[in-house]
């Protein structure tokens, strides 16, 4: 597995201290070039096992060893844990049958990346610092994330990976009648999926299966084809092995 770097970044908007991961494109040292920059959920499951949940990430960097995708800064903002659905959905639902709530924060945590993280990185990397080359990336609720900042953040960045997105929850009349309000003014690239085996449960897959294609067909009508990707994968599950699988080809279509 090739190096990457950690850092410790303190989030005034969240009041916690937060691991980012970054990894540099191949020749990055021995180059003066700058380089675009893709910003991705849950950063300790995204290179290292030795950091993932359940010991097993996405291995990204050993899928772009030797691979022909775009030459981007990865930027991994660590999840918040027990507090994860908090940040990552903008409003508050019920996340069980025990009335356990999460959700509420999203907009804090995106103020992080856009206001804490993006300064910090495009000051310390050579990075492009446009909204034209910035990217956020994430699967299931991270996925939900980066189709809300296609909503609401695409004055920063304007190209967005949304994998498995777990639209189906308390919240998803609220991210619908959002969606059908938005114009997806500036955004560039916007790749959505599920895969058809996400759930154990049928009744989950058939609702990642409805909420995934309801989205898609109202974002459908207002965004260009040749700006959007949505892809149903026979047979995906939800898990890092299955993303790792269909990153480079993600990568490689928001940035090409």
Same mark, same amino acid.
Request: net charge negative; with cysteine; glycine share 8%.
């Given at each position: 597995?090739?190096?990457?770097?950690?850092?410790?970044?303190?989030? *005034?908007?969240?009041?916690?201290?937060?691991?980012?991961?970054?990894? &540099? *494109?191949?020749?990055?040292?021995?180059?003066?070039?700058?380089? *675009?920059?893709?910003?991705?959920?849950?950063?300790?499951?995204?290179?290292?096992?030795?950091?993932?949940?359940?010991?097993?990430?996405?291995?990204?960097?050993?899928?772009?060893?030797?691979?022909?995708?775009?030459?981007?800064?990865?930027?991994?903002?660590?999840? =918040?844990?027990?507090?994860?659905?908090?940040?990552?959905? *903008?409003?508050?639902?019920?996340?069980?049958?025990? +009335?356990?709530?999460?959700? =509420?924060?999203?907009?804090?945590?995106?103020?992080?990346?856009?206001?804490?993280?993006?300064?910090?990185?495009? &000051?310390?990397?050579?990075?492009?610092?446009?909204?034209?080359?910035?990217?956020?990336?994430?699967?299931?609720?991270?996925?939900?994330?980066?189709?809300?900042?296609? &909503?609401?953040?695409?004055?920063?960045?304007?190209?967005?990976?949304?994998?498995?997105?777990?639209?189906? !929850?308390?919240? !998803?009349?609220?991210?619908?009648? &959002?969606?059908?309000?938005?114009?997806?003014?500036?955004?560039?690239?916007?790749?959505?999926?599920?895969?058809?085996?996400?759930?154990?449960?049928?009744?989950?897959?058939?609702?990642?299966?409805?909420? +995934?294609?309801?989205?898609?067909?109202?974002?459908?009508?207002?965004?260009?084809?040749?700006?959007?990707?949505?892809?149903?994968?026979?047979?995906?599950?939800?898990?890092?092995?299955?993303?790792?699988?269909?990153?480079?080809?993600?990568?490689?279509?928001?940035?090409?």
């Amino acid at each position: 597995m090739k190096e990457y770097l950690v850092l410790f970044m303190e989030s *005034p908007q969240l009041k916690v201290t937060k691991r980012i991961f970054v990894a &540099l *494109p191949e020749g990055y040292h021995e180059s003066d070039e700058h380089y *675009p920059v893709l910003y991705l959920h849950d950063g300790q499951n995204l290179f290292d096992d030795m950091t993932a949940h359940h010991k097993r990430s996405w291995r990204i960097l050993d899928e772009l060893d030797g691979s022909d995708a775009p030459k981007v800064i990865l930027v991994g903002i660590e999840n =918040g844990g027990t507090k994860r659905a908090n940040e990552l959905i *903008p409003w508050e639902f019920k996340f069980n049958t025990l +009335n356990n709530k999460g959700g =509420g924060q999203a907009d804090l945590y995106l103020d992080f990346i856009t206001t804490t993280v993006k300064p910090y990185i495009d &000051l310390r990397f050579r990075t492009f610092k446009n909204r034209k080359n910035t990217g956020i990336m994430g699967s299931s609720f991270g996925g939900v994330n980066s189709f809300y900042a296609a &909503l609401k953040y695409n004055h920063v960045f304007s190209r967005f990976g949304c994998l498995s997105n777990a639209f189906f !929850y308390g919240f !998803y009349d609220k991210m619908k009648e &959002l969606t059908k309000a938005s114009d997806f003014h500036g955004v560039r690239r916007l790749y959505m999926d599920f895969g058809t085996n996400e759930s154990s449960v049928d009744m989950e897959n058939d609702d990642y299966l409805r909420t +995934n294609r309801e989205m898609f067909d109202i974002v459908k009508t207002k965004l260009d084809e040749s700006h959007l990707r949505f892809e149903v994968i026979e047979g995906g599950k939800h898990h890092e092995r299955d993303w790792q699988k269909r990153f480079v080809d993600i990568l490689t279509y928001l940035f090409a």
